[in-house]
């Protein structure tokens, strides 16, 4: 069964509350993310034969909430070539790490440590025995250039894994392109022709329905190089959004913009496609804006059901009916958890009064309103428990057969359960049971009373508590 949220009502001169648990809608985090301090994406090193290259540096973000121990390992991909035949070893790269100010376990890499010399596989980090997560973890490169190593651009890769050391199935990870740009004079660094990334320089967008700040996510891109002709870039959501449960999110969740742009033509907001989308067209001499942004942000979740969804966004720039990939970046959307009771009664001041009642007046009717908000996806049922018999402060009771409980739709979905007048029992009863889908809702209770002719004057009061309940 899932979790309570409960509403406290009381009758007469009681004030009406609710009090109502949200959990966290927790989906298990264990990632690792692997970024240089420059150079984009790739760890980029430009030396002449022969030579040291100027250190550079990556930091490592792990992301966990499995509180369990675990691991860094590094391993050799592809070795550094310039597909021509021609390699750099592997053991003229050597590493050591930076402890930041937020590190808590151990750091396995000496000083000057050589890259893949001894094993494939090396250990870099054991973290604390909890498993905290971790953004302070830096690895230095260093490269010391073979003499002989022919002129060229050469390439490889390193993968980094994280791995529980108690049990279970944990493990992420990321990769790292090494590029090593070899000549008799030191290459300058070429910045590509149009550049796409997040503000941060993270490789993800990341939108969250329950943080307001992260509702919408800016994008900057850069246009580094000019243009002959027209030109436009485009975008292409490559896979639906889906949810580690399989849920898949509509496009029309997720809206796009173009902002801050002057020389050109953007996009106006509207929602994402699962076609491809011109976001960007420059003027018919190629002339554009240095740079504009691209802004993701969430549209309407009410019918969405809880959970992280993840996709990816291809961009491209199209000129002259040729397509140039510009890269791509990670979309992720959690929807929050949504399980909410929210009740109203007739009185503004959320109050019910049955007041200096007397015998033979006419009956007394107070209402509540009841609303379920959900997006859980499971069907629900909603309860109420009267703790006692309407009583006066001298302990004068009404019979229960006075006090009567109906109910009416509001654009109901679920299943209603007193359509006609019924006593209020003391204890626990079932008023209302969602749709399967669990979908959210909204009915009525009428509460109606009618004086015993031997009644004794006076304000009567009970206590009943709502209950919101998976099932």
């Known amino acids: 069964m899932g979790e309570k949220i409960k509403s406290k009502l009381g ?9 109502w648990v949200m959990p966290k809608y927790a989906f298990a985090a264990f990632t690792i993310n692997v970024e240089p301090y420059r150079g984009g994406s790739e760890l980029v090193f430009t030396v002449r034969p022969g030579t040291t290259a100027e250190p550079r540096e990556v930091k490592i973000k792990i992301n966990t909430d499995v509180n369990k121990r ?16 021609d390699r750099i070893p592997w053991r003229n790269f050597s590493l050591y790490g930076l402890r930041g100010t937020n590190t808590y376990g151990t750091f396995h890499v000496a000083a000057d440590a050589p890259v893949g010399v001894v094993s494939s596989i090396d250990r870099l980090y054991t973290s604390a025995a909890n498993g905290p997560a971790e953004s ?18 050469y390439r490889g890769r390193i993968k980094f894994i ?14 790292l392109n090494f590029v090593v740009n070899v000549g008799t004079e030191p290459t300058p660094e070429v910045k590509p022709l149009i550049e796409i990334a ?20 800016d994008i900057l891109v850069k246009i580094n190089g000019s243009f002959k002709n027209q030109f436009t870039i485009n975008q292409l959501v490559i896979k639906p959004l889906i949810s580690n449960e399989g849920n898949q999110l509509d496009y029309k969740a997720i809206n796009i913009q173009t902002q801050e742009v002057d020389k050109a033509e953007g996009i106006s907001k509207q929602p994402l496609s699962e ?23 969430l549209g309407d979740l009410s019918q ?28 992720e959307v959690e929807n929050e958890r949504i399980f909410d009771l929210v009740i109203t009664a007739q009185d503004q001041k959320g109050m019910i009064e049955f007041r200096d009642l007397k015998p033979r007046d006419l009956p007394k009717t107070s209402e509540v309103i009841i609303e379920v908000k959900s997006n859980i996806g499971k069907q629900y049922q909603v309860s109420q428990n009267v703790l006692s018999d309407l009583t006066d402060k001298e302990g004068n009771v009404i019979p229960a057969k006075y006090f009567k409980l109906r109910m009416e739709d509001i654009d109901t979905k679920g299943t209603l359960k007193f359509l006609q007048a019924e006593e209020v029992k003391k204890g626990d009863t079932v008023l209302f049971i969602s749709d399967n889908k669990g979908s959210g ?8 009373l009618t004086c015993p002719k031997d009644l004794k004057a006076g304000d009567y009061s009970t206590r009943i508590t709502y209950s919101l309940l998976e099932i």
């Open 162 to 175: 994280l791995n529980s050391l108690e049990g279970g199935q944990n493990q992420a990870y990321d990769f």
């Open 11 to 19: 009758l007469a001169i009681l004030m009406l509350a609710a009090f």
């Open 275 to 297: 076609r491809s989308l011109t976001i960007y067209k420059s003027d018919v001499n190629g002339q554009a804006d240095n740079e504009f942004i691209i802004t993701y942000s």
């Open 70 to 85: 675990y691991e860094v390992k590094q391993v050799i991909v592809d070795v550094v070539d310039n597909g021509r035949g």
């Open 198 to 217: 997040t503000a941060t320089g993270a490789k993800t967008i990341r939108l969250n329905s329950k943080e307001e700040k992260r509702q919408s996510e």
């Open 304 to 331: 969405a059901k809880a959970g992280r969804y993840t996709s990816t966004i291809q961009y491209y720039y199209t000129e002259l009916g040729k397509h140039t990939p510009l890269g791509t970046l990670e979309l």
């Open 136 to 153: 302070g973890l830096i690895l230095v490169y260093i490269l010391n250039l073979p003499s002989e190593t022919p002129a060229g651009t």
């Open 441 to 448: 809702d909204k009915f009525k209770l009428i509460y109606e």
